[in-house]
């Protein structure tokens, strides 16, 4: 019998053995978009609406579905964070910086938190030696520090990728934290040096709400509406965190757009929350940890 293998990364930490956060403000959620815009090869499958077409070259149906993201969705998206005060945590492929540099510049006016999300969100660095894996990195790092001005401080990997080597090389270009690992309502310190884990959503995420859930509008204002009362909640004594996880070829087409905007809405016309980034998370997570365990 083949021996079972411990996970390396971090250990089990049951949510009511920790220590209260507290987060700026007094505020109860701290509360992020995860805006996801990405760039995705030509002659490559990847997330499609419709599996019938995903092997031909070009793939002009589901190309172009994702394709709207970048030449329309993303600028309805960037209207409504402007209405509601809201900074974008941009999970940025560093192809996006050469082919919609208009999409950077709209961010680096808005003060946007960037994180790297690979090369494309075509390819996946699992199975990669640690090498190539750090070659690789490497050069996503560099592009979007060349291209923002600002060395990314997060990563997530297209599809939430990773090899077990990943964060101990993302510490090593100077990263501080990842949002790979979607298992927790506060950020927790992984057990590489220096490395934290950032809470993302795989449920409050459009993908899996329209695409895989086949939810409408209404239906997923209303999930939101309760991931979000429930969190509040939950950090009567200890302060939580809440993603909602938006591609703007999904969120922004025409008939969902109005419900990501009441959702936000809803969010941000309460007290006692603190409209973030995830930069800004992990940073006053390790503030205010900092010697603990």
Same mark, same amino acid.
């Given at each position: 019998?083949?021996?079972?293998?411990?996970?390396?990364?971090?250990?089990?930490?049951?949510?009511?053995?920790?220590?209260?956060?507290?987060?700026?403000?007094?505020?109860?959620?701290?509360?992020?978009?995860?805006?996801?815009?990405?760039?995705?090869?030509?002659?490559?499958?990847?997330?499609?609406?419709?599996?019938?077409?995903?092997?031909?070259?070009?793939?002009?149906?589901?190309?172009?579905?994702?394709?709207?993201?970048?030449?329309?969705?993303?600028?309805?998206?960037?209207?409504?964070?402007?209405?509601?005060?809201?900074?974008?945590?941009?999970?940025?492929?560093?192809?996006?910086?050469?082919?919609?540099?208009?999409?950077?510049?709209?961010?680096? @006016?808005?003060?946007?938190?960037?994180?790297? *999300?690979?090369?494309?969100?075509?390819?996946?660095?699992?199975?990669?030696?640690?090498?190539?894996?750090?070659?690789?990195?490497?050069?996503?790092?560099?592009?979007?520090?060349?291209?923002?001005?600002?060395?990314?401080?997060?990563?997530?990997?297209?599809?939430?990728? @990773?090899?077990?080597?990943?964060?101990?090389?993302?510490?090593?270009?100077?990263?501080?934290?990842?949002?790979?690992?979607?298992?927790?309502?506060?950020?927790?310190?992984?057990?590489?040096?220096?490395?934290?884990?950032?809470?993302?959503?795989? &449920?409050?995420?459009?993908?899996?709400?329209?695409?895989?859930?086949?939810?409408?509008?209404?239906?997923?204002?209303?999930?939101?509406?309760?991931?979000?009362?429930?969190?509040? &909640?939950?950090?009567?004594?200890?302060?939580?965190?809440?993603?909602?996880?938006?591609?703007?070829?999904?969120?922004?087409?025409?008939?969902? *757009?109005?419900?990501?905007?009441?959702?936000?809405?809803?969010?941000?016309?309460?007290?006692?929350?603190?409209?973030?980034?995830?930069?800004?998370?992990?940073?006053?997570?390790?503030?205010?940890?900092?010697?603990?365990?």
């Amino acid at each position: 019998m083949a021996g079972v293998m411990d996970n390396p990364l971090f250990d089990y930490s049951p949510i009511i053995e920790r220590a209260p956060i507290t987060w700026p403000g007094g505020a109860r959620v701290a509360f992020y978009v995860g805006l996801n815009i990405e760039h995705y090869q030509i002659d490559r499958p990847s997330t499609s609406i419709f599996g019938g077409t995903t092997a031909l070259v070009p793939d002009a149906l589901n190309y172009g579905w994702r394709d709207y993201g970048p030449r329309v969705g993303i600028w309805r998206m960037i209207q409504t964070l402007d209405r509601y005060g809201l900074r974008a945590s941009v999970l940025l492929n560093s192809d996006v910086c050469s082919r919609y540099p208009q999409i950077i510049k709209a961010g680096l @006016e808005r003060d946007w938190a960037w994180l790297a *999300h690979g090369r494309d969100n075509s390819t996946f660095q699992a199975g990669m030696t640690r090498d190539e894996e750090a070659a690789y990195l490497t050069e996503v790092v560099t592009t979007i520090e060349a291209a923002t001005g600002t060395r990314p401080r997060g990563w997530m990997g297209p599809a939430l990728t @990773e090899t077990f080597e990943t964060p101990s090389l993302l510490a090593e270009l100077g990263l501080k934290y990842v949002l790979d690992w979607s298992n927790d309502d506060q950020p927790y310190r992984l057990n590489v040096p220096g490395m934290l884990s950032v809470p993302y959503s795989m &449920e409050t995420n459009d993908i899996t709400l329209f695409l895989g859930n086949g939810l409408n509008g209404p239906d997923f204002l209303q999930v939101v509406i309760d991931q979000f009362d429930q969190l509040f &909640e939950d950090s009567r004594d200890s302060g939580r965190v809440m993603a909602l996880c938006l591609h703007p070829f999904i969120a922004n087409q025409p008939f969902r *757009h109005k419900y990501v905007d009441r959702a936000l809405e809803y969010i941000a016309g309460h007290s006692d929350v603190w409209l973030t980034t995830t930069d800004e998370i992990a940073a006053h997570y390790e503030q205010v940890t900092a010697g603990t365990v």
